[in-house]
């Protein structure tokens, strides 16, 4: 008997199943901090300490969040539109360079108010463009996007190299980076915005992109549900036959779809270079994009979930930090461990548990009054 | 220019193709089982960096090299079980999976060495016993006095290890699998139309357990070839994106065995050309940036996807879950 044509209530599709998904990641990573000696427990406790424990952590814990709320939109966007885009690491490295090339050029002249708008627009317009290419080859050509975003992951990682190592690196240094860009350029840090109102707290790497981050969301949602296009996206994403019937151009929505995709992994330069490094370095993605993907299947393409995945990864990212120092048998990599479990059971396994809870469901349902919905042949 | 151009510095470019070329043929044999029988492989780099870990682990704690093998491929094609658990069994995304395994694999590697041996993530370097080693092949020398071909055999194709060989024989066995056999056949079949295969009376998810049982193998023995042949010991993130290459080539061959081959050559080719052009000038181009050719396999896979250099058709049915009852 196939499972996968009865329906669940709400709160079990939404809620339970996915929060179960994540306990299972977690149950397995916690196997894996026994199987090296440590106590799970324990590693638990001090995660949750080094994040939430004092402001400096809780300080760390939003600017990785950050991050991960900018790619994770990225990923649920294009999902929507069933696109995957792998290529969200790529993206925010290239917006980098949009940066980097725009302020080398303007920052002595521009004031604050100007250059700031400035350079997040750069970070957009070289993310989506660094996602066009696949995105117009998908389209047109009929190219894989997941191949070809993988292939520009590693296009942009080299063109990178090379640019810093042999253009746009300061003149005189050593290391691979360009020149410190002017003041103005740089995006207020979150306790210097927090002591004129007279707030004190310690300084971390928190910048007003946080903010960025949440409007972001705003928009997105608005984007997805409250719009023609996001309509049109959806719908393109449900079933390309409709779209075409209802007149949706599919191939447009792809281009569309992956453009705000990149421009949204391309915010993660902001957050790092204008946020945080005020200076364009090597391989200041961390990752992050990939961490996109997981955020997304953990909060199953809604921003508000997004938000939820991202500051979660974002406990794990600056409580495991806390976490090597303290177990030193337990290194930073647990992390992107944890990563691979979530992304396994939030992802490729999230209908596992499902035909057993569709059992129990049938079992212990409230109301078996509705005539049956036609899911019980064969 | 003269010294870059000499038989000898040809020879040993060559002979360098070979030695870099090797995880990347596997890898795309690996690859073209499994995509031919309807299920995208992303994972190749996870399965190959797992395998290198337990073979550099194996080897360091039980001396041997065989050990290491057996352990690699049995991590290996636990890994792939696990793939295709997710998607043969449980229906779920291709791509999800294969990302999920190489994120997995790309932590846990770090995690486990380092809290089993205190290297940094390393294991620790390999006596030449618990390795595999360079041979010279039986007869090498009677013939080592033939022009061209003498020398060739000579520096080139002799004076490998014995995965150099298990690579170089991985090609004909898996276009004689695919191609003569009726294991082959099905295979085929059930990656371009599964109801067909279903209904002549085979079982899909059967067919496509093997295949990628068969790619853990072959990632298995290649990543046993990066740790214990290659190198004297694991280090961490030593796969580097060689099983993305290895995806590339067998796009590049549209997945075909011999058309995969050649193009990992060209990419190892490649890869040995840029170490020797690193701050060389060619006469009338300049210096040719590294990060150019390191980047000229990915380029070309795109080219190609795009249809410009002919057209890369996959597998009918790769990557859509089959669903016996609809």
Redesign the interface.
């Known amino acids: 008997m196939?499972t996968?044509n009865i329906e669940l209530p709400a709160w079990i599709e939404i809620l339970l199943i996915p929060i179960l998904n994540i306990c299972m990641a977690l149950f397995f990573a916690g196997l894996?901090i026994f199987a090296?000696?440590e106590n799970p427990i324990d590693a638990v406790r001090i995660m949750l300490t080094g994040a939430f424990g004092y402001d400096e952590g809780v300080g760390y814990t939003l600017y990785y969040t950050t991050n991960f709320i900018f790619t994770g939109l990225a990923v649920a966007i294009a999902f929507h539109a069933r696109l995957?885009n792998?290529g969200g690491e790529g993206q925010a490295y290239f917006a980098g360079l949009g940066i980097g090339l725009t302020f080398l050029l303007l920052d002595g002249m521009l004031p604050a108010i100007l250059l700031i708008p400035i350079g997040i627009l750069a970070a957009a317009l070289f993310g989506a463009l660094w996602a066009l290419i696949p995105a117009w080859?998908q389209a047109y050509?009929?190219?894989?996007i997941?191949?070809?975003t993988?292939?520009?992951n590693?296009?942009a990682s080299?063109?990178m190299?090379?640019l810093l190592v042999?253009v746009l690196i300061k003149p005189g240094s050593m290391s691979p980076e360009t020149r410190e860009f002017s003041e103005q350029s740089w995006l207020p840090f979150m306790h210097d915005v927090l002591s004129n109102f007279g707030i004190e707290v310690t300084r971390t790497p928190l910048n007003m992109s946080f903010v960025l981050a949440l409007v972001c969301c705003l928009v997105v949602w608005i984007y997805i549900w409250k719009t023609r296009w996001g309509y049109a996206l959806r719908t393109a994403g449900q079933s390309e036959a409709a779209a075409v019937y209802a007149g949706i151009k599919p191939k447009r929505i792809i281009i569309i779809t992956m453009c705000i995709s990149g421009a949204l992994a391309g915010l993660v330069a902001v957050n790092e270079i204008m946020g945080v490094h005020h200076r364009l370095i090597l391989n200041f993605t961390a990752g992050y994009g990939?961490t996109g993907?997981?955020v997304a299947?953990m909060g199953r393409n809604h921003p508000l979930g997004i938000i939820m995945a991202s500051l979660l990864f974002g406990v794990l990212y600056q409580g495991g930090a806390e976490l090597a120092f303290e177990m030193p048998?337990?290194?930073r990599?647990?992390?992107?461990?944890?990563?691979?479990?979530i992304?396994?059971f939030s992802?490729?396994?999230?209908?596992?548990l499902r035909p057993a809870i569709v059992k129990i469901w049938l079992a212990i349902r409230p109301i078996p009054s509705t005539p049956d919905m036609g899911g019980q042949h064969? | 220019m003269d010294s870059l151009l000499n038989a000898q510095t040809v020879l040993s470019t060559l002979d360098a193709t070979l030695r870099v070329s090797t995880p990347l043929i596997l890898c795309a044999m690996a690859g073209l089982f499994s995509e031919r029988s309807g299920i995208?492989d992303?994972s190749l780099e996870g399965k190959m960096l797992s395998a290198a870990f337990a073979s550099g682990a194996l080897a360091a704690v039980t001396g041997s090299a065989w050990i290491a093998l057996a352990g690699a491929i049995i991590t290996s094609i636990l890994l792939s079980l696990?793939h295709g658990?997710?998607?043969i069994t449980?229906?779920?995304?291709q791509?999800?999976?294969g990302?999920?395994?190489?994120?997995?694999?790309?932590?846990?590697t770090?995690?486990?060495g380092?809290?089993w041996f205190s290297q940094g993530?390393q294991t620790p370097a390999l006596a030449s016993e618990a390795r595999f080693m360079p041979f010279e092949l039986p007869l090498i020398e009677s013939i080592a006095h033939i022009p061209f071909i003498g020398p060739f055999m000579q520096s080139v194709i002799s004076g490998h290890n014995l995965l150099v060989y298990v690579a170089l024989l991985a090609v004909p066995l898996t276009w004689w699998i695919v191609y003569k056999t009726r294991f082959g056949l099905q295979l085929r079949a059930v990656g371009e139309n599964p109801l067909a295969v279903d209904t002549a009376g085979i079982s899909v998810s059967q067919l496509r357990y093997k295949s990628v049982m068969i790619a853990g193998i072959l990632c298995g023995i290649a990543g046993t070839y990066l740790a214990i042949a290659q190198n004297a010991a694991f280090a961490r993130e030593m796969t580097a994106?060689q099983g993305?290459i290895a995806?590339?080539a067998m796009?590049f061959g549209k997945w075909r065995p011999v058309p995969a081959l050649l193009a990992c050559l060209m990419f190892g080719f490649l890869d040995a050309v840029s170490i020797r052009l690193q701050g060389v000038a060619l006469p009338g181009i300049g210096e040719v940036?590294v990060?150019?050719i390191?980047?000229l396999p990915?380029?070309l896979?795109?080219v190609l996807?795009?249809?410009f250099i002919g057209k890369a058709v996959?597998p009918k049915a790769i990557g859509v879950p089959f669903?016996k009852?609809r």
């Open positions: 196939s996968s894996i090296i000696g995957f792998i080859l050509r009929g190219s894989h997941v191949i070809t993988i292939m520009f590693f296009i080299s063109l190299v090379y042999n990939f993907i997981a299947l048998k337990i290194t990599e647990m992390v992107v461990a944890i990563q691979g479990l992304i396994l992802g490729a396994l999230a209908l596992m064969g | 995208i992303i696990l658990f997710a998607c449980n229906r779920g995304d791509v999800v999976s990302l999920a395994i190489n994120v997995l694999a790309s932590g846990l770090i995690v486990l380092i809290a993530g994106g993305y995806l590339a796009i940036p990060q150019l390191q980047a990915y380029v896979t795109v996807l795009a249809g996959a669903v009852e």
